[in-house]
Structures are given as C-alpha cells and as structure tokens.
C-alpha cells in the first residue's frame, strides 16, 4: 500500500474489516485489528516515505505490550542490542500531525468530524482527513501568520484570522477563497486574534487587536456591528471570542483581565465578567449555554454562572512553574469534560461537575496553543509551538510517567570516564545517575532550586559538577550522591562547567560575563576571568591544563592562562554565538562550534584560524579523535582533515550520528527512524551507544552492534 501511494486507505479498511467483526465470536481478532490500527496510525507518516521502518521504527518504538510488536517480535532489528525503553501500553496520543514549518496557532474541526483544520504561522491552513492523518488540503493567501480558525455550522465555510489583519472565508469542499473581510483601523499591526461563527451561520465574528470586536454577515461580507469597550491601552487587546449555543450573546475575553458578554442583536454590553486575575487567553461556552470557561496567563481556567455573572469555579492544576499560561479552553460536546492546553506543554481534562483533573495528556514539546473537541467527543485535537498537531483518544487514560524520567526537558548530558554512568541535567532541577547497560535510574542528585543547565564528571569519576540557573555550582560524590561543595560567586546562570585534566580546578562560564577557576578541594575561588562583553556559553582546559577557553555569545573565543589568568589570545571570526569549544589531545588545536552553522579550528600556538567547516548545525564538540582527525560531538563526529578546505567541500559526518534530528545514521546510512517523543533534546554518543534527553524528561538508550 505504501509503495501504491495508498497508505491513507489503510485505516479505513482497518476499521472496515473491524465493523465485520463480532467481539463476542472473534475477540482476539478485534484486540488484533485495534492494535493494528494504533500501530498504522501511528508510524503513518514514515511508512508514506520509508515503508521498511515498519519493521526497525515501527517494531522498536511500538509500546512493549502491544499485539503487533509481540507477533513480530522475531523481525526486530539485529543490529540493535539494547533498545530504548518505552511504554508498557498505547498512550492517549493516537497520531502525531507534521507538515507545518512554523507554531500551529489553531485548530478546530468540521460539524461532522471528517477534517481538522490548523493554523499556522507559516500563513497556511492546512486541512487534515481526522480517520486517517492525511493532508487533504493547504489553504494559501495569508501574507502573515494565521492566528484562528473556525468551521461554519453548517461546515460549507471556513474562516481564517490572521496578522495580516485580514479574515478570509475558505468554501470547505473546494478549498477555494470566497470572501476577504477587513477593517479600516488606525492602530498599527491591527492583526485579527480569534474567530468565530455564530449558531445560525449567519455571523462572523472577530477579535482584533485594537480591542475591538467586528460581526459580518457572512452571506454579503457586510459589516454589520463593531463592540467596542473604548480601552485604548497598547497592551490591550480581543484575545478570544465565542458564541453562545443560542447565538444571542458573544464572549470575549480581553488582555486587561475581563471577560465581555455583548448582546449580539443590539451591540449593547451585558455584563462584566471580573475576578480573574491575569489577561483571558481563551472563552468556551458549554454547550448547555449555562456556564462560561476563561483560560488566563496566570495558569488557572475560570468557570462564570453566566446567569449570574458569577464566578462559580477556579481550576487550577497546571503547572506550578512560573509563567504559566492557559492558551486554550474546550468543552466536550455532552458538557462533562472541559480540556485546556497550556505552556506547561500539556493538554488536561476537566471533569466539570467535580471540578477534578481527569487527565493530563503529555506529549507536545512546546507550548500547547489551541484545543478542540470533535463532534462526537472521542477526539481531541490540540496545536502548538512545536509545529504539530495531536490527536488524543478521550477514552484511553494517561499513562504514568516511566519510573526515574526528568519532570521537564533534559539540558545537559555526559557520560562518567568508563562510560559506566550516564549524568543528565534538567530543568526540573536535578541532576539524575543512570546505569548506561540497563538505562535504570542510579541516583537523583536534589539541591539546585533552578535548571541544571551543565553537568560534567571529573576525570577520574569520582566527582561531578553541574552548573545551574541558580548562579551557583555544585560539587556531588559520585558514589554516595552526597553533596560536597557548593560554589558561590557567579551572578548569573551558569551555562558551563569544566575540570581541569587533574581535577584539582574547575572552571565556570556564566551569562554574567564571567569565567571563574574554582578549588575542587577547599571550593574557594582561585581567580575570575574577565573580558567577553556578553554570555559565556562554554569552556574547556587544554590537555596539560595550562590554557583555558571560553566561548561567548559575543561571538569570540578568549584563551587564558590558567596560572596567571592572562589573556593570551582573542579568537574572532564566527559571525554568531560560540556554543561550545574543545582542545585536540595534544593542545595544539582548538575547534569552535557556533550557531552561524560553522565549526572553526584554531592553532592555539599562535592564536591563528587554520580551517572552517561547515555543518548542519552542530553545537556540542565533546573532543577530538586520537589521532585528531576527526571531531567527536553530539551529533556523531565530523572529520576534519586540511583537505576539506582545499577541496572545498562541505563536512563529512561518519560513524554513529543523528541526520537531520530524526534519523539516526551509521556509516552514512539512515538506520533508524525517531518518532516525535524520541527525538532528543540534547545527546550524547560512547562508542556504540546512544544517549538521548528528550523534551518530556525522558532518557533513552540505544546500544548499536557496531
């Protein structure tokens, strides 16, 4: 089906040959077909390209326990012998939805369940069949990031807002324009934030920026009303509209902390809806009519009596991390569940007549915008920051987390001196030891009070450091995981730390400009490093310890005498920040990696540039090879012999590596393909293995028969 181009139809005739099926006669053929169609789903999108990772993908990241995974436990890769650990069981997430090249904004679906549409502020919509996942239709003509989306009722027409001020009205079947709404406004950047029809298909309504809301007539474009509450505050502005099930009131939810109830025949302002504390993403109403959800920036979602005008309930169970920020609410059309997507990067449903959290569905990396039910409430989609739209089952409960994972996105990784443990630092705060021949959890190493931004073990094992946003530094007996030291003094995060090839100094880079040599023994201060005039983003000791450098978000690397603290050399060239640096083993090379997508290798001697190779974006140099003719990163190594210069070609990557953050790649060969979850945040690479720290907390091993 793959190589016919039909791998769309594939679920379809799943569900087909499940309908013919009796439970009651054939159950394990029904558990069977349902697996299978987990399965179908899931691994769509790389069966439409690579059809043969059913067998290396598919077999490998399918949950432990499924049908599928355990009658073809036999085809799993030969050349994998220690694979990454994953569920025990199909999560709520039943697809994952790419295409989008930049943050999906909105999504709704069709009246009768059959497309999605998303919003994008790649100034697309894209139309996507809900059976199967596949791209039906990409609606172009935005000039500017679409901020909403809307089907009409009768699901004839769809309406985009965008920040290019613009509504336009899409014919659903055709895909074609049928009609262009604008307003004569005098603020500037006047972009439309939420859209929405009315009941009777007979109005469009539309949030702007200039605090307004406007109301058309869909059948003529004509403008019909324009609600305006008269704040003229910059900071204002319409984040969110809804109508009632009746269509006799619209709901608008407003920057400066209150929600507005209009009377839609009249234009007049019923009531004020005040008590939330933060700014109102978001307003849903129950299908019912009778309550009123508000997300808001402080975290919380509002539930208003709209008889009332009351505030009947606070729910309030996101993450207690600052800044967050609810960015979309959604009832379920039967009115028990309530589901909100916030920047904790996490859908959660409501149960509505308790007020309790029902579930919390993880899976996106980056902030979830928008939410939406579909018509017969057993899915729901959801849009975000990450570029990907998710459809989740309502019936399958979340799973728990996998014992030992980070609560939050994995910042820095190592591996000990034997390659025995592997240290991941977190946002969540910890620092956490894993056993690299089973991928179990060792240790968790607690005292920081802000990310772990760097972790490094000393040379003989038997320290660890990690650096953190708290400013400070902290030393752990590798053994025990007891603290030993904490070193004070930055004043600012710490984005790098190093030992010296004795272990007896440690070095710290820091956003405050500052590099500092520490005493590993007593913990005090040895000398402070000044000179970069921005972020010190990395630093490393030469092979006899007698040099240091430091790499900068001023785009320089400073070399200093590690004895006298003495600048010896300023290194210029990169034309971005500097991300990390490292010394060849015998100290007379240094290589640079940078975000202007070039690794530069410098002779320490003389302080001279001597090659500059371009890369697909490597930003972490762990070392050079013994014979330094290649480099050793996060990304597999990169060879960096004089003739690729002279030749003039681009880098050449071998060995173990990710290509592309979705592939890993031996000897040149895409091998393995990683689904969304499992593509890694950061990595790291020993010998034949695999370490990758993922954005959901998650720490993966995979150990190659290389």
């Known amino acids: 089906m793959s190589l016919l181009g039909l791998v769309s139809e594939v679920v379809g005739m799943l569900n087909l040959v499940r309908a013919a099926i009796s439970d009651d006669n054939q159950p394990e053929m029904c558990y069977f077909l349902q697996d299978a169609k987990r399965f179908a789903l899931k691994f769509r999108q790389i069966v439409d390209e690579a059809p043969l990772q059913l067998y290396c993908s598919g077999l490998v990241f399918a949950p432990r ?22 569920n025990e069981k199909w999560s709520a997430e039943l697809q994952v939805l790419e295409g989008h090249s930049d943050f999906v904004t909105s999504v709704a679906f069709t009246p009768d369940g059959r497309l999605l549409a998303s919003g994008s502020q790649d100034k697309t919509v894209r139309l996507w069949d809900t059976a199967t996942g596949g791209l039906q239709q990409t609606l172009q003509g935005h000039l500017d990031s679409v901020n909403s989306v809307a089907f009409s009722p009768n699901g004839q027409l769809l309406a985009s807002g965008s920040m290019d001020e613009i509504v336009r009205l899409w014919d659903t079947a055709t895909g074609c324009l049928q009609q262009t709404l604008s307003c004569h406004s005098k603020f500037v950047l006047n972009s439309v934030q939420s859209v929405a029809f009315s009941p009777n298909n007979r109005l469009l309504a539309a949030g702007f920026k200039d605090n307004t809301v406007r109301l058309w007539d869909t059948a003529t474009g004509g403008l019909q009303q324009t609600l305006d509450c008269y704040s003229r505050s910059i900071f204002d502005s319409v984040q969110s509209v809804a109508f009632s099930p009746d269509g006799r009131i619209l709901a608008s939810g407003y920057r400066d902390e209150i929600v507005r109830l209009w009377d839609t025949s009249t234009g007049s302002l019923k009531q004020s809806l005040e008590g939330q504390s933060d700014p109102a993403q978001s307003v849903a109403f129950s299908p019912d009519g009778r309550l009123l959800a508000s997300g808001s920036n402080g975290g919380t979602v509002c539930l208003w009596n709209i008889e009332t005008g009351g505030l009947q309930q606070t729910l ?25 997507g916030s920047n904790d990067q996490t859908v959660r449903l409501w149960n509505i007549e308790t007020g309790g959290l029902q579930q919390t569905l993880k899976g996106h990396s980056y902030t979830v915008m928008s939410v939406a039910f579909s018509p017969d409430g057993q899915l729901l989609a959801s849009g975000s920051l990450d570029k990907t739209v998710r459809f989740w089952d309502t019936a399958v409960g979340g799973l728990p987390r996998t014992p030992g994972d980070h609560s939050y996105s994995v ?7 034997d390659g025995q443990v592997l240290a991941s630092g977190s946002v969540d705060n910890t620092v956490r030891l894993w056993d690299t021949t089973t991928g179990s959890l060792q240790q968790t190493l607690e005292g920081h009070s802000n990310t772990v931004e760097s972790v490094v073990f000393a040379p003989d094992g038997r320290l660890l450091a990690s650096g953190s946003g708290d400013k400070t530094v902290r030393l752990w007996d590798t053994a025990t995981g007891g603290l030993q030291q904490t070193l004070q003094g930055h004043l600012d995060s710490v984005n790098s730390v190093a030992f010296s090839p004795n272990g007896r100094l440690l070095a710290s880079g820091s956003i405050d400009r500052k590099v500092r040599l520490w005493n590993t023994a007593t913990g005090s201060l040895q000398q402070t490093l000044e000179g970069h005039s921005s972020w010190v983003m990395s630093v490393a000791f030469s092979p006899d310890g007698q040099l240091l450098a430091s790499s900068s978000h001023d785009k320089t690397v400073r070399l200093w005498d590690t004895i006298k603290g003495d600048l010896q050399w300023i290194l210029e ?9 490292a010394f060849s083993l015998d100290g007379r090379l240094l290589a640079s990696a940078s975000l202007d997508y070039t690794v530069r290798l410098w002779d320490t001697t003389i302080g001279g540039l001597k090659e500059t190779i371009s890369t697909d974006g490597i930003d972490d140099i762990i070392g050079f090879s013994q014979d330094n003719s290649y ?5 597999g190594t990169l ?29 040149g060969e895409n091998l393995l393909w990683l689904p ?31």
């Open 676 to 706: 969304l979850e499992f593509r890694s945040r950061r990595s790291a690479i020993n010998g034949n293995l695999l370490a990758m720290g993922h954005s959901s907390g998650h720490v993966s091993f995979i150990r190659f028969c290389i």
């Open 316 to 340: 309030q169970d996101h993450s207690n991390r600052a800044f967050v920020s609810v960015q979309s609410v959604a009832f379920s059309p039967n009115g028990r569940l309530l589901a909100s």
């Open 411 to 417: 910042q820095s990784m190592d591996f000990s001196p």
């Open 65 to 86: 326990m499924a049908i599928i995974r355990r009658e073809f436990e036999d085809e799993l890769p030969d050349w994998i012998s220690q694979l990454p650990q994953v």
């Open 631 to 635: 480099l050793i990163t996060n990304f």
């Open 573 to 581: 060239g990169h034309s971005d920040s500097v991300q990390s640096v």
């Open 639 to 667: 060879d960096v012999q004089s003739e690729h210069q002279n030749q003039g070609s681009s880098s050449t990557i071998r060995n173990l590596m990710i290509k592309q953050g979705q592939w890993i790649n031996l000897n």
